[in-house]
């Protein structure tokens, strides 16, 4: 397997990645730089998302993941650099422009409202749809979510966490993203939940439709599901590549302590 270092990151181009080039990029991250309060996080981030893949953060705890997500979502403010959706600079947009603008974002933690039932979940995610649509496509959902569906006058709070983060991602859905960024979706979940929500993701996936940014721990559940890797570490990108170009062997070495 040929490479080549850039500086400390390490790059992989065999034809996969070259394949992935030639995907229409849907988001655009060029020399990044994030802090928090006097702390840098994030430092000279470069990463391209392409159109319906799924593109995978990963990295040992610390290392500026989900800072990552709230810089794209517009959450926290890039001190440094350029984000560029759809070849428009959105660097100092707001986080709600940025929403109905076609980028969707569920939270580690899901923060779903527990006081409200599922279907007034669900009706919250309206809120950024950019064709205007009052009603939930609840078919669309539920064909996703069954047990969603099966639940729908039920409170959030009363859902355990597997369906709590299955219907994070739905109240995401429903506003019709064209990129989607899941913060540890697989967190604390029950193997059974995992199943479903790798289902849903190969789901959207093959419709074409999402691009996907997945910030996950756990390699099993990365492998099933990744088109591209980018791998963090003290806030910087030092490994990049296609799925089939990486090996567990490679991808270990920055995710073990």
């Known amino acids: 397997m040929g490479n080549a270092i850039k500086g400390k990151k390490q790059v992989f181009n065999q034809p996969a990645s070259q394949r992935h080039n030639t995907m229409e990029t849907l988001l655009k991250i060029e020399h990044l730089d994030t802090y928090y309060g006097e702390s840098q996080i994030l430092r000279n981030i470069n990463l391209q998302i392409r159109k ?3 593109t995978t953060i990963m990295g040992r705890n610390g290392v500026g993941k989900s800072t990552l997500l709230k810089t794209l979502t517009g ?3 890039a001190a440094k650099g350029k984000i560029l959706y759809k070849g428009n600079d959105i660097t100092d947009e707001a986080a709600d422009k940025r929403a109905r603008s076609g980028i969707g974002y569920v ?4 923060e779903i409202f527990p006081k409200l039932s599922v279907f007034e979940n669900l009706q919250l995610g309206l809120e950024a749809r950019r ?3 009052r009603k939930v496509p609840e078919d669309e959902i539920y064909e996703l979510f069954p047990v969603l569906g099966q639940m729908k006058k039920r409170m959030g709070g009363n859902l355990s966490g597997g369906q709590q983060q299955q219907l994070a991602i739905a109240r995401a859905l429903v506003g019709k993203p ?4 899941l913060d540890e979706p697989t967190e604390g979940i029950q193997p059974s939940i995992i199943d479903d929500i790798e289902t849903v993701l190969k789901k959207l996936k093959n419709s074409g439709e999402y691009s996907i940014i997945l910030v996950e721990q756990s390699l099993d559940f990365a492998r099933e599901v990744t088109d ?3 791998i963090l570490e003290r806030g910087s990108v030092v490994l990049e590549g296609a799925a089939e170009e990486l090996s567990d062997d490679h991808l270990k070495r920055y995710l073990t302590f």
Request: cysteine-free; glycine content about 10%.
């Open 131 to 133: 064709d205007r649509l």
């Open 178 to 181: 064209d990129v989607l960024l």
């Open 52 to 54: 319906g893949a799924i």
């Open 107 to 110: 939270p580690q933690g899901r």
């Open 228 to 230: 591209h890797y980018y």
């Open 75 to 77: 959450l926290l403010k």
